[in-house]
C-alpha cells in the first residue's frame, strides 16, 4: 500500500471511531475512553485493543462484533483484531469476538 492510501485508510479509520457510539452512551468511543490501543499496519491490517464499559453486558459484546463487522467492510481494511482487556473473562470476550 502507498503512503498516500495508507495515510487515507488512517483517516477513515479515525472518522469511524468518532462515529461509533457506545450502546449505553451517547458518546463516540474516542470520547469514553475505552479503546487502549489503535494500531493500523500498511496492509490494512487493524488491531484495537480495548475495555467495555460495561463487562456484564452482552449487548456489549454484540455491538463489539458490529463494529468488527463495520471495520472490516472499510476500503483498504483487510483484517481486525480486537483484544479485549481489564475486565473479568476477558480471554473469552476476544476469543469470542475473533473466532
Known amino acids: 500500500m502507498s503512503n498516500r492510501k495508507y495515510l487515507a485508510l488512517q483517516r477513515k479509520v479515525a472518522r469511524f471511531f468518532t462515529k461509533w457510539y457506545d450502546p449505553h452512551d451517547r458518546r463516540p ?3 469514553i475512553d475505552c479503546i487502549r490501543t ?3 499496519k500498511p ?3 487493524v488491531n ?3 475495555k467495555p464499559t460495561r463487562p456484564h453486558c452482552p ?3 454484540l455491538d ?3 463494529l468488527k463487522e463495520k471495520l472490516s467492510s472499510i476500503k483498504g481494511v483487510t483484517f481486525v483484531t480486537i483484544h479485549v482487556v481489564d475486565i473479568p473473562a476477558s480471554q ?3 476469543r469470542v469476538l475473533n473466532g
Open 48 to 50: 484495537i485493543t480495548l
Open 64 to 66: 463489539l462484533q458490529s
Open 38 to 40: 489503535l494500531e493500523i
Open 92 to 94: 473469552r470476550w476476544t
Open 43 to 45: 496492509d490494512g491490517e
Open 29 to 31: 468511543y474516542t470520547e
Open 59 to 61: 449487548c456489549c459484546l
